[in-house]
């Protein structure tokens, strides 16, 4: 491209911004409150705008083209209907995760890689607009009083925004973006994150109503991986879910969803995990599916698992199998009950008899490494067993990629007579030993 195209291209960018930035502040100026208007559907609202739109631009004296008219209604929508310049990443279904480090500076996710975007807000104000905007929905607020917030999107996706003082270099927003058609066991076994054996042993055990953990790290996928164990609860069951921020997105047709709810603005009306797990024991649940432990409210869960609502299942966060159940024991302490080390153990040995550790690799992919099985207690220690492990041994490609995959280690789990008892039958040719280093 020569110099004088890309002049010429520059000076078409430069006039197009002056052009939105002139009729964006007209139409607000005439529609006014009418953009806020909560009896407007939608679809009744955008096209008030797009109209409104095409009016102003009509108006317009210096000539644009179709295609200059039609760019212009699209920024200005996305930015008074939507998210601004977040509207492309947020349509396109590649991208997994959205990361705003400032007005100017915005990064993606494309297949577990990060990539920056170059787009950016016009200014600082927009994206206090834009997280705002989200927050609002969702009734939630971000000020100086409350500097941070999670909220969701309407599509479930999730939503975290830090502001100063807090955030030192203006606000800071991430958004963790859901599938739009939630995925289902077959797609991670295409994906590698798990195999097909591994399937149908995790779904004879959601049918047997084994008591489950997924654990892992942040970003590893623990909360696709809850949708999907979810999907094997039968039909004719009751399924209360318990979330701080809403985003199973359950199938069944007999599920309530609950959402801890945080203080207003005198710092009242709180509503914790640990007062919505209590709650939903009286609300006559078959099943409990608490969207993550991470404080005294895990108490109450192990004894809801001990106590006949079998089949719970909840993430925790954690760097191995191990680790789940030391954390788990760190946070059932924090329900300030005068428990010894070993009853607290022997409680979370009872309860838990599956523990799903998923990682993030080094080649953007997600995978389960370990499926674990508590196995009871030694002494003072919680016994577990590998039933399948991820295998690295295999190594990796020219591509960086893993060629490893989930093997069984040849390890049968004791509470398989359980299941049995259940009617539920699992095919003993699922844990034969495979060899390793060889996919």
Known sequence: MSLADRLAKAQQRDRIAEVRARVQERLVESLGPRLYDASLSDNELEGLVHQRLRELLDEEEGPLSAQEKLLIVRQIGDSVLGLGPLEPFIRDPEVTE?????????????QGKLYWTGTKFHDEQQLRRTIDKIVGKVGRRVDEASPYVDARLPDGSRVNAIIPPLAIDGPCLTIRKFAADPYQADDLVEFGTMSSAVSKFLEACVRGRINILVAGGTGAGKTTTLNVLSSFIPDDERIITIEDAAELRLQQPHVVRLE?????????????IRDLVRNALRMRPDRIVVGEVRGAEALDMLQAMNTGHDGSISTIHCNSPRDALSRLETITMMAGMELSNKAIREQIASAIQLIVYQQRLKDGTRRFTHVTEVAGMEGDVITLQDIFLFDFAAGIDEEGRFRGR?????L???FLDKLQERGVYVDPDIFALEPKGRP
């Open 406 to 410: 989930l093997k069984s280690t040849g």
């Open 412 to 414: 049968r789990p004791k």
């Open 98 to 110: 959205i990361m705003v480090n400032n007005w100017d500076t915005i990064y993606v996710e494309r």
């Open 260 to 272: 801890a709810r945080p203080p207003n603005i005198e710092g009242k009306g709180q509503v914790t």
